[in-house]
């Protein structure tokens, strides 16, 4: 929210986006205290495919920094894959991979295929309530191991930042090793096979596989845990009598 | 009598014409505009469908926030 009310972060996205908002989750107020809640914001094409997701909280200087290497990776890919839809989907998972690698220093390999998409009329496949099928929970590619690339100090040092990054969380590799990852290594781990996909298959998993939040419709619960002890305030404030002792 | 019901009745039936100015009824426009900021810097459209109709018009992209809770109420955010 706060990021959002940033004036250069304002401007900035009003100039190259045009922006909305959508309810996905819920929260508890208990006793007047915030329990659980999350955000996610996703850059996509006009067409609603996602390009890149900031999830979780984060500073204005960091949405500014992603919006901005969103505008300019599609201006460079558009330029580099001469408008082939194909090419530019295998270039921009390419460059999720690329981004993984560089700033923590883990190598995954780029889905540049899409597999076949299951049939959402089908009677296997499981629907919520209404009718529509269930938000996906999309595999991450798994990750390969470190870059060779990289002497072990630069890559204790990217560990580091990863193992400081909000929502940091160990992960294994094809090799059974452990690594660590915070909420924005995981989304370009995901976005390295599964970006340009409709929002609302990657959505799900955006925010209860990375996020660790339950999606739901249900409005925002206000509960009271000692109802009783109010009632006893309030009873004292009416008129200076002390109702509640009998 | 007569002659002021006459004269009553034309300028009733007139009156439509009297009240035209010239002018022709404004087109809707198929331009969607931003519904609000909801406290924040940004111009929100009213849904996702909106903002995507404008930005491929516009030739931009699309930001959309996913929220816990009512964006729209600070309390509830």
């Known amino acids: ?246 | 009598m007569r002659s002021l019901t006459l004269v009553t009745a034309a300028s009733l039936w007139l009156l439509p014409l009297l009240a035209w100015s010239g002018e022709k009824p404004a087109k809707p426009t198929d331009k969607a505009e931003p519904s609000g900021s909801c406290g924040t810097s940004i111009d929100f459209f009213d849904s996702p469908q909106d903002a995507a109709k404008q930005a491929l018009k516009d030739q931009k992209l699309v930001f959309v926030v996913h929220v816990s809770g009512n964006f729209e109420d600070p309390r509830f955010t």
């Open chain 1, 1 to 246: 929210m706060n990021a959002l009310a940033n004036e250069e972060v304002g401007k900035y996205l009003n100039e190259y986006y045009c922006s909305s908002f959508q309810k996905v989750a819920t929260f508890k107020i208990v006793g007047g205290q915030k329990q659980g809640g999350n955000v996610a914001a996703y850059f996509c094409a006009p067409d609603g495919r996602v390009l890149h997701c900031v999830a979780g909280p984060v500073g204005g200087d960091v949405l500014l920094r992603e919006a901005k290497w969103v505008v300019d990776s599609v201006k460079k890919t558009l330029a580099d894959t001469k408008g082939d839809g194909a090419k530019f989907k295998a270039a921009w998972r390419t460059l999720h991979a690329q981004r993984l690698r560089d700033q923590y220093g883990l190598a995954v390999e780029a889905v540049t295929v899409d597999v076949t998409e299951q049939d959402p009329n089908s009677a296997l496949t499981y629907k919520d309530p209404s009718g529509r099928p269930i938000a996906p929970k999309l595999p991450p590619p798994p990750i390969d191991g470190p870059d060779v690339t990289l002497q072990a100090k630069d890559l204790a040092k990217r560990q580091n930042e990863a193992a400081n990054a909000p929502g940091a969380m160990p992960i294994g590799d094809r090799k059974g090793n452990r690594w660590v990852l915070g909420n924005d290594g995981r989304v370009h781990m995901l976005l390295a096979a599964h970006s340009l996909v409709k929002i609302e298959k990657v959505y799900g998993t955006v925010f209860e596989n990375i996020l660790n939040e339950k999606i739901s419709t249900k409005p925002v619960e206000v509960l009271t845990p000692f109802p009783w002890v109010e009632k006893q305030r309030a009873a004292r404030n009416l008129d200076g009598i002390d109702r509640s002792k009998k």
